[in-house]
């Protein structure tokens, strides 16, 4: 491009991204901002909602822009002559501006009543006005970058055009964009974004958190006479054991006239040992040493991304049992559960297979009479790898395994991706929902949604605990084309019944949800603080045990967890 024809070119290409919206892609546009405001699974706050209305709206434009610009050129290569569509323009833009009013008539309320079905304070209507403001910047910059994406391969396609067919040309014009487009996202974008993502993570991951001190008990890792370095153990791994519950502790909370010893808690982590089969080594070593295997229960937790264990849960299982249990887990990772869930998922299977065979292969050369009994536990992504030590061929041989090797399993708060759990529900009794789906008799494995339903469970095997409002159990890419699981059926009682599938924008929605999830009140979404006694007496609970005993437990437990926070 020489100097006198610059000029000429930006005021072109100036001209290209003025281009007056594309009728098709204003309809779309409107049609998906109108859906965007539908409620899903959770409340959304200001900035989310702007974020997925200003994103869906882009979209919905792109797809309708495209349709109309694929229509044109079908009827000019037909010599037809353009359509007239400026009456049409007109009663658009006007349908446009109504339904953003209507919007904000109805945005508010649909979301204050969603918020009252899962315990949150109500929000002022005010604030879709902060949705509308943040919303058209962000579509705005989504229509700036996609308007330069489409220059860009016109720009190409003419190029092309002079020595190529218009028909080889295209092809070679999608082939470019395509290779580009994954090449940036790759190398560019995701590649530098992971890199940082792991370095930072990885200095939070030597750390350790305020007011957890090394402990002094020799059943605890990290403590006296331990096989496993207290340096070692990372972040998540020192907070478990330095947190292990301390017998006095154990005396306020268990029930009149239990005795108390002092819990087992081992941990392994990352930097414990080279790979997953020699960290799952290590923790079998640690539980020889600190007699786990003498404990009336033993719980084989696989850990969330971070290598985290929920410590109400921990507490809870040994509050229950006075102390009588051993919980081992080890650490796969140390990137947040969403995260390892996009980039190193079969990692987390990986070590929840390898902890769970190492410690069988130990506990089954046990006397039967005198082994402890054997329950394997996963919250969020530690169910998904806490299950993959059971998936077989079926979901019925899959629990067939379960029911063969352990004396229970308690997942909590599953994935959508989980290799059994999944199956199990598209497989469920007829008339059941899938937010509590019915598996068989009933007598094997049963799907809970609250606190009070644990309370009816008795010695289940198997046992998931899953809110219906719960994002993680439910997302998936499938969503963007097809009606998602958790639409099938009656709504769970604390999803909407306004909420409804369309394409893409469904996705969309959820994905915003996972944000939410992990802040959501106690008893809904990805929250299930307020259901961990009842849990773990559905499971590991010791002879004798009645529902008044939890529920005792369970306030002993709350007042103290309330005091700790």
Same mark, same amino acid.
């Given at each position: 491009m020489t100097a006198t024809t610059a000029p000429g070119e930006i005021l072109r290409l100036r001209d290209r991204l003025r281009h007056r919206p594309r009728l098709g892609g204003l309809v779309v546009a409107v049609v998906f901002f109108w859906e965007s405001l539908s409620p899903t699974l959770l409340p959304r706050s200001i900035p989310v909602q702007a974020?997925?209305?200003g994103g869906c709206t882009a979209v919905?434009?792109?797809?309708? +822009?495209?349709?109309?610009? +694929?229509?044109?050129?079908?009827?000019?290569?037909?010599?037809?002559a353009p359509w007239n569509t400026r009456n049409l323009r007109r009663v658009a833009w006007g349908v446009a501006v109504a339904v953003v009013v209507v919007g904000g008539l109805v945005w508010g309320r649909w979301q204050n009543d969603q918020r009252s079905l899962v315990s949150m304070p109500e929000m002022a209507p005010a604030g879709y006005l902060g949705v509308l403001a943040l919303g058209a910047v962000i579509g705005g910059v989504f229509l700036l970058v996609g308007r330069l994406v489409g220059q860009g391969l016109v720009a190409l396609d003419r190029l092309l055009r002079r020595r190529l067919s218009p028909a080889l040309a295209f092809v070679v014009t999608v082939v470019v964009f395509a290779v580009v487009a994954v090449t940036v996202t790759r190398d560019v974008v995701l590649r530098p974004l992971f890199d940082q993502v792991n370095a930072a993570y990885g200095t939070v991951d030597d750390s350790t958190e305020p007011g957890v001190e090394r402990p002094t008990s020799p059943l605890v890792s990290g403590g006296p006479g331990s096989l496993v370095p207290w340096e070692t153990l990372g972040e998540q791994g020192r907070t478990f054991t330095g947190g292990t519950t301390t017998p006095a502790e154990l005396r306020t909370l268990v029930r009149a006239g239990t005795p108390v010893v002092p819990p087992i808690r081992v941990y392994v982590g990352l930097k414990s040992a080279d790979d997953a089969r020699a960290r799952a080594a290590l923790a079998v070593a640690e539980l020889d040493r600190t007699d786990a295997w003498d404990r009336d229960v033993l719980v084989v937790g696989t850990t969330t991304g971070t290598g985290w264990i929920n410590p109400r849960s921990a507490r809870s299982v040994e509050a229950i049992n006075g102390g009588d249990t051993a919980f081992v887990a080890m650490q796969y990772s140390y990137l947040p559960s969403w995260i390892s869930f996009l980039v190193d998922k079969d990692v987390a299977a990986e070590a929840g297979e390898a902890l769970f065979s190492a410690v069988y292969r130990k506990w089954t050369t046990l006397p039967p009479a005198t082994r402890p009994r054997l329950v394997v536990f996963g919250e969020s992504l530690g169910s998904f790898g806490s299950e993959h030590a059971f998936n077989r061929a079926t979901s019925s041989s899959s629990v067939d395994t379960v029911t063969r090797e352990v004396d229970a399993a308690l997942w909590v708060g599953p994935t959508y991706s989980n290799p059994i759990r999944t199956p199990l529900i598209e497989a469920r009794d007829p008339g059941s929902p899938t937010w509590r789906p019915r598996i068989g008799d009933g007598g094997t494995v049963v799907f809970t949604n609250t606190a009070g339903e644990l309370l009816g469970v008795d010695a289940q095997t198997?046992?998931?605990?899953?809110?219906?409002?719960?994002?993680v159990g439910w997302w998936d890419w499938s969503a963007m084309w097809s009606r998602p699981l958790w639409l099938q059926g009656p709504r769970g009682y604390d999803v909407p019944e306004r909420a409804h599938w369309f394409p893409f924008v469904t996705w969309a929605q959820t994905s915003t949800d996972l944000i939410a999830g992990f802040a959501a009140a106690a008893g809904h979404g990805h929250n299930y603080d307020d259901a961990w006694p009842q849990a773990w007496a559905a499971v590991a609970a010791p002879d004798g045990w009645t529902t008044a005993d939890t529920r005792a437990v369970a306030r002993r437990l709350a007042d103290f967890s309330a005091a700790q926070d």
């Open positions: 974020l997925l209305t919905g434009y792109a797809l309708g +822009a495209s349709v109309s610009v +694929a229509v044109g050129w079908f009827r000019a290569s037909r010599g037809a198997v046992v998931y605990q899953q809110h219906p409002s719960d994002p």
